[in-house]
């Protein structure tokens, strides 16, 4: 069975639910599997790697092993006994699955008490497993396995690894336009630095097939300018000088919509919730004044429409429930006497109301970051009502300079009356 990679949302909307719910309860046997095998496999301080490997992926395939192993690596990411090779390749591998998130939970749960040490070795034999597999279906040039090819319309480059000193590469230009494999002018690099050389590499490849396109065109890049549009007739970009009513046309047919949407799109990278009542009103006027500036797509120039209107835009979202706009992003050690922000669906949905977000952590193994699945104790701001609640339901700890004046009071009363309460009776 194919692996889901959508939303839960995608899913609803697109007919899938049944492919997402049975992808993600093969995922949860996958979990188990793996968490058993390890157990079943771990005797007298010797964990069989090679046979977890070959009972996980004979049952659920490689793909669905190594997501799973992928996703708990990363929910370790801050464990130091995790080799760094094997975080560095569960981020990228996660980077194709727009459902990460959600599955990780699954991970976690059937994965969570596996010994990170062994799940480490298992992953690391997963990895190679599939690595030497693949590898008889790649070329090899000289000792060279070929790892990248980059096509243009008049020529092909390669770039490969040398498979004894997996820290040399070279790039090729394949004088072969008949399908075959015919590499000449390579450039080395085999230096001391094995990443260096990698970087330089890619860097390398890539830079030879755009001078090969480059050598084959000729044309002059056009940049935008006032009273012009530039768009592209019969496969030639072409600009066209514009009068002031048929600019002020095509703004109003495309232009506004074009920059509307790309302000939406820079407010969603900066943790802002377009979805807000009011926001549609702020980036209409944004836009306006974009327009009345004659601004021509600097990213840089969007960014400074947000600046000047964030106050507005903070103002929305403070009366609206909190997001992630409002975490403290730095590096913090404890969580005890910092606000904290319960995430949105822990509420009951008559309850869902920002006064109910905030909570003040006070004690418990959940106050300290690194260590996940743990509970806060603490209580809530708004009513004063005490509880203990599981660290993965709070988006993290509130930014100091948006706390509201209220939960700061809130804070200060409570830290106060704890003070009273340790003071020694006369």
């Not at 509307?260 to 807000?276: M, P, Q, S, V």
Request: glycine share 6%; proline share 3%.
């Amino acid at each position: 069975m194919d692996i889901y990679k959508n939303t839960l949302a995608h899913a609803k909307e697109n007919g899938e639910i049944e492919q997402y719910r049975a992808s993600m309860k093969m995922n949860e046997e996958c979990g188990l599997f793996i968490h058993r095998s390890i157990g079943d496999n771990f005797r007298n301080n010797f964990l069989d790697v090679k046979k977890i490997t070959a009972e996980v992926t004979e049952k659920f395939g490689f793909e669905r092993a190594m997501l799973m192993l992928a996703l708990r690596v990363n929910s370790l990411e801050w464990d130091g006994r995790i080799d760094k090779a094997n975080k560095e390749w569960a981020s990228k591998f996660l980077a194709d699955y727009p459902n990460a998130e959600a599955m990780k939970k699954v991970a976690d749960s059937t994965l969570g008490t596996t010994h990170p040490v062994l799940l480490d070795s298992v992953a690391e034999e997963v990895r190679f497993t599939f690595r030497e597999r693949n590898k008889d279906n790649q070329q090899v040039v000289e000792g060279y396995r070929i790892i990248q090819t980059v096509k243009t319309p008049t020529a092909e480059f390669l770039l490969g690894q040398n498979k004894n000193m997996p820290s040399h590469y070279v790039t090729w230009y394949n004088s072969d336009h008949n399908g075959g494999l015919s590499p000449v002018w390579g450039h080395y690099y085999t230096s001391t630095d094995s990443e260096n050389n990698r970087i330089s590499a890619y860097r390398d490849l890539l830079s030879r097939a755009l001078s090969d396109v480059n050598e084959h065109s000729a044309f002059e890049e056009l940049k935008p300018q006032a009273g012009s549009i530039i768009r592209i007739v019969n496969g030639e970009t072409m600009r066209f000088e514009l009068t002031d009513e048929e600019c002020d046309g095509v703004w109003n047919m495309v232009e506004q919509q074009n920059v509307e949407e790309h302000f939406k799109e820079l407010l969603c990278e900066n943790g802002y919730d377009i979805t807000l009542p009011g926001m549609d009103r702020i980036i209409t006027e944004m836009a306006d004044k974009y327009r009345d500036d004659f601004g021509y797509g600097n990213d840089d120039e969007f960014e400074a429409y947000i600046s000047e209107r964030e106050d507005d835009i903070v103002e929305l979202a403070n009366t609206a429930l909190y997001g992630n706009v409002f975490v403290d992003r730095s590096n913090i050690s404890d969580y005890a006497g910092r606000v904290m922000i319960l995430r949105p669906e822990y509420l009951k949905p008559d309850m869902r109301i920002p006064e109910n977000q905030l909570f003040l952590a006070q004690l418990g193994t959940g106050c300290d970051p690194k260590k996940c699945g743990s509970q806060i104790i603490g209580v809530f701001l708004y009513d004063r009502e005490a509880a203990a609640i599981h660290s993965d339901n709070f988006l993290g700890a509130m930014r100091e300079e948006c706390i509201p004046t209220w939960a700061r009071e809130a804070r200060e009363d409570i830290a106060a009356e704890e003070s009273n309460d340790e003071q020694p009776e006369m």
